[in-house]
């Protein structure tokens, strides 16, 4: 059996979610606002703060619905300044 740690926190927090391919960065509506950032490595980058885990449940399950293969889920540091945005493909 398995035990949960207490220690979690489920409040809001900034995050970045990686996926395989392209998103055109209109899709950022779609993901309440937050940014979509192509990285020149084929990867799309969804950066942004996320009110609780249950919006964070949310984001992965539209992730889900368009059909990319997610590489990671991040939640960054809020002490942080967020990171640079990633380079952008070229077209």
Do not use: C
Not at 12 to 26: A, N, Q
Not at 75 to 84: F, K
Request: aromatic letters at 4%.
């Amino acid at each position: 059996m398995s035990e949960m740690s207490s220690g979690a926190d489920h409040g809001p927090g900034r995050y970045e979610i990686r996926l395989t391919g392209h998103l055109d960065p209109r899709w950022a509506g779609w993901f309440d606002g937050m940014a979509v950032t192509n990285d020149a490595d084929g990867t799309t980058v969804i950066r942004g703060d996320v009110v609780d885990q249950s919006a964070l449940h949310g984001l992965l399950h539209k992730v889900r619905d368009i059909g990319l293969p997610l590489v990671s889920v991040v939640r960054l540091d809020a002490d942080q300044p967020p990171p640079p945005s990633p380079r952008k493909a070229r077209p």
